[in-house]
């Protein structure tokens, strides 16, 4: 599926839940507790991203050139929103990645929802998933 | 206005008439304002004299001589004569405004601290205290080369007077508490406390933060040195506190900040400093707030302290028995004497969910450390929930709580999240 498909879909999800915050919360929560379980050993502090109101961990892997993200985090709401973002990047190519224009987020109006912290934390995740599939910059000649 | 239903209890419901603020819907529900301990919500009376002295009145005070000035003066002055007052102090001199307890913290360490700690001294705080109770003395010690000492805790979450009364010593030059906790509601024997900080000759300052608008306050009885209030968090405005010092110690101090106000006559020579207070009042102070202030202590007095310890003390009990009985919930701060907090955990489920989800319900509360990270790790805990209440609060409103915090723990244990 597409980084656009995926978010469309998302945004078409939350749209049957009418504004109701209560439901969307636990809309995100579900989500999230679907996650595949992070192995322990990725649960380290330089796998934390900056930026977040919880611990959020984040470990990326490639095969071939799709990428699949393995994420976590010690409360559920974030975890719910790093899902929703994995549910969008993951089987992706790098290049898609870093190009992509997130959109669902302010299309459903996600800070009214989750509030400025975790709004900002959430903008910290993407900032993170892409910078973590950028290839390093080449050695100065 | 009369409060009370009866002679001792007060009514809620009249009460929360005075509060503009209370009369909304968040997300669809009614407000249900549980961080007072935060900051509490102001009658109208505080939220007039705000626009009546900006409307009528609004001028520097102490140096002009036109009505205007004379009239902003006269405000101001009565509302430290309130204070004085208000916590039964002996002298107007000995009430000095600042923007709130963490000012008035500060400025005792760095004016007491400084000059009267000497290396090798010992400062002594609880494992209760808010941060604000311990940075400034932390710094104190590292400049002087001072010991900072920590008074445990019981298993319930009160200072052990015990261990206390071994930390003392004749090194002990100040000893700082907080009258009520902020995170466990736990109140403290601050009178006791005083004396054992008088007989090794330390000077006690007390953080009254969470007993303005809660509890009795004597400073004459207690025989505190120092005692500091906020405003905000006892239906006054925000921006400012007070400083109570004893007469005879602030006399000793140097001042704090220097400026206008604060001095006699200036010179590139030499400069001479004002009297008590204004010698710690550098600058314009917060008018406006500290003469809306006056209206939060007369709203307090007019309702009656013990009346108000009372209501609270019924919610606490009752919030503590409905929400102790949930499933999976342990409440944390179980002193047998604790202003109107309550704070609790919900086994894998993270404080700032619940937080977050009782929001969607209109539901208001704090989340996190509460700015006591020291006592939260000695706890073995990352941050509690915490319900605090005030003279607005209802037992229906704890109602609401607790039936949102069924639908949370029934929700997440169903999701089997974390």
Same mark, same amino acid.
């Given at each position: 599926?597409?980084?656009?498909?995926?978010?469309?879909?998302?945004?078409?999800?939350?749209? +049957?839940?009418?504004?109701?915050? !209560?439901?969307?919360?636990?809309?995100?929560?579900?989500?999230?507790?679907?996650?595949?379980?992070?192995?322990?050993?990725?649960?380290?502090?330089?796998?934390?991203?900056?930026?977040?109101?919880?611990?959020?961990?984040? #470990?990326? +892997?490639?095969?071939? *050139?799709?990428?699949?993200?393995?994420?976590?985090?010690?409360?559920?709401?974030?975890?719910?929103?790093?899902?929703?973002?994995?549910?969008?990047?993951?089987?992706?190519?790098?290049?898609?990645?870093?190009?992509?224009?997130?959109?669902?987020?302010?299309?459903?109006?996600? !800070?009214?929802?989750?509030? +400025?912290?975790?709004?900002?934390?959430?903008?910290?995740?993407?900032?993170?998933?892409?910078?973590?599939?950028?290839?390093?910059?080449?050695?100065?000649? | 206005?009369?409060?009370?239903?009866? @002679?001792?209890?007060?009514?809620?419901?009249?009460?929360?008439?005075?509060?503009?603020?209370?009369?909304?819907? #968040?997300?669809?529900?009614?407000?249900?304002?549980?961080?007072?301990?935060?900051?509490?919500?102001?009658?109208?009376?505080?939220?007039?004299?705000?626009?009546?002295?900006? /409307?009528?009145?609004?001028?520097?005070?102490?140096?002009?001589?036109? =009505?205007?000035?004379?009239?902003?003066?006269?405000?101001?002055?009565?509302?430290?004569?309130?204070?004085?007052? &208000?916590?039964?102090?002996?002298?107007?001199?000995?009430?000095?405004?600042?923007?709130?307890?963490?000012?008035?913290?500060?400025?005792?360490?760095?004016?007491?601290?400084?000059?009267?700690?000497?290396?090798?001294?010992?400062?002594?705080?609880?494992?209760?205290?808010?941060?604000?109770? @311990?940075?400034?003395?932390?710094?104190?010690?590292?400049?002087?080369?001072?010991?900072?000492?920590?008074?445990?805790?019981?298993?319930?979450?009160?200072?052990?007077?015990?261990?206390?009364?071994?930390?003392?010593?004749?090194?002990?030059?100040?000893?700082?508490? /907080? $009258?009520?906790?902020?995170?466990?509601?736990?109140?403290?024997?601050?009178?006791?406390?005083?004396?054992?900080?008088?007989?090794?000759?330390?000077?006690?300052?007390?953080?009254?933060?969470?007993?303005?608008? $809660?509890?009795?306050?004597? #400073?004459? *009885?207690?025989?505190?040195?120092?005692?500091?209030?906020?405003? $905000?968090?006892?239906?006054?405005? =925000?921006?400012?506190?007070?400083?109570?010092?004893?007469?005879? @110690?602030?006399?000793?101090?140097?001042?704090?900040?220097?400026?206008?106000?604060?001095?006699?006559?200036?010179?590139?020579?030499?400069?001479?400093?004002?009297?008590?207070?204004?010698? &710690?009042?550098?600058?314009?102070?917060?008018?406006?707030?500290?003469?809306?202030?006056?209206?939060?202590?007369?709203?307090?007095?007019?309702?009656?302290?013990?009346?108000?310890?009372?209501?609270?003390?019924?919610?606490?009990?009752?919030?503590?028995?409905? %929400?102790?009985?949930?499933?999976?919930? +342990?409440?944390?701060?179980?002193?047998?004497?604790?202003?109107?907090?309550?704070?609790?955990?919900?086994?894998?489920? $993270?404080?700032?969910?619940?937080?977050?989800?009782?929001?969607?319900?209109?539901?208001? #509360?704090?989340?996190?450390?509460?700015?006591?990270?020291?006592?939260?790790?000695?706890?073995?805990?990352?941050?509690?929930?915490?319900?605090? &209440?005030?003279?607005?609060?209802?037992?229906?409103? %704890? *109602?609401?709580?607790?039936?949102?915090?069924?639908?949370?723990?029934?929700?997440?244990?169903?999701?089997?999240?974390?």
């Amino acid at each position: 599926m597409s980084i656009k498909s995926a978010q469309d879909e998302i945004i078409a999800e939350v749209s +049957t839940l009418n504004g109701d915050i !209560e439901k969307i919360l636990f809309y995100i929560i579900s989500l999230g507790s679907v996650l595949p379980v992070m192995p322990k050993a990725f649960r380290i502090d330089n796998n934390l991203i900056q930026g977040c109101h919880s611990k959020v961990w984040l #470990v990326a +892997t490639a095969k071939s *050139d799709r990428v699949s993200f393995y994420a976590d985090s010690d409360t559920a709401i974030s975890k719910g929103l790093i899902s929703l973002l994995l549910r969008v990047f993951n089987g992706q190519t790098a290049d898609e990645i870093i190009k992509a224009d997130i959109y669902f987020n302010q299309k459903n109006q996600l !800070e009214r929802y989750i509030g +400025t912290k975790r709004s900002n934390g959430f903008a910290a995740m993407i900032e993170r998933i892409k910078q973590i599939v950028r290839p390093p910059d080449p050695p100065t000649p | 206005m009369n409060y009370l239903t009866t @002679i001792s209890t007060l009514d809620p419901a009249l009460i929360r008439k005075e509060f503009p603020v209370l009369q909304q819907k #968040v997300n669809g529900r009614d407000l249900v304002y549980l961080d007072n301990a935060a900051t509490t919500q102001k009658p109208m009376r505080v939220i007039r004299a705000l626009t009546d002295y900006y /409307n009528g009145y609004n001028a520097n005070i102490h140096r002009g001589i036109h =009505t205007l000035a004379e009239k902003a003066t006269h405000a101001f002055e009565q509302t430290r004569e309130t204070v004085r007052s &208000f916590i039964h102090a002996q002298l107007v001199e000995e009430i000095v405004f600042v923007r709130g307890v963490t000012e008035a913290v500060n400025l005792v360490a760095a004016t007491y601290g400084l000059a009267f700690v000497e290396e090798g001294d010992e400062i002594i705080i609880s494992n209760l205290e808010h941060h604000s109770n @311990i940075v400034p003395w932390q710094w104190v010690c590292e400049k002087k080369k001072a010991k900072l000492l920590v008074i445990p805790l019981n298993d319930v979450g009160e200072i052990d007077m015990n261990k206390f009364k071994k930390l003392l010593s004749d090194r002990t030059k100040i000893v700082a508490v /907080n $009258h009520a906790s902020n995170s466990l509601g736990t109140i403290n024997p601050v009178k006791e406390i005083t004396r054992l900080a008088h007989s090794k000759g330390a000077v006690a300052l007390i953080d009254g933060a969470q007993a303005g608008a $809660h509890i009795a306050i004597d #400073v004459a *009885d207690i025989d505190c040195d120092f005692y500091c209030l906020s405003a $905000h968090k006892m239906y006054g405005p =925000t921006g400012v506190g007070i400083l109570y010092g004893r007469k005879s @110690i602030l006399e000793k101090m140097p001042p704090y900040q220097g400026g206008g106000e604060m001095i006699r006559e200036v010179t590139y020579k030499k400069t001479t400093y004002n009297d008590l207070p204004y010698k &710690f009042e550098a600058g314009t102070p917060n008018i406006a707030d500290v003469i809306a202030f006056r209206g939060a202590m007369e709203f307090i007095l007019e309702l009656g302290k013990e009346n108000i310890t009372a209501h609270e003390r019924k919610l606490l009990s009752y919030a503590s028995r409905k %929400v102790g009985a949930l499933p999976l919930v +342990t409440l944390i701060g179980r002193a047998s004497e604790k202003v109107g907090v309550l704070s609790f955990v919900i086994e894998n489920i $993270h404080p700032f969910d619940i937080g977050q989800m009782l929001d969607a319900r209109g539901i208001a #509360v704090r989340t996190g450390h509460h700015c006591t990270q020291p006592l939260m790790a000695c706890l073995g805990i990352n941050g509690t929930v915490r319900a605090s &209440f005030a003279v607005y609060n209802t037992e229906a409103e %704890v *109602d609401a709580l607790v039936e949102s915090l069924k639908r949370i723990i029934k929700f997440l244990n169903s999701s089997h999240v974390n």
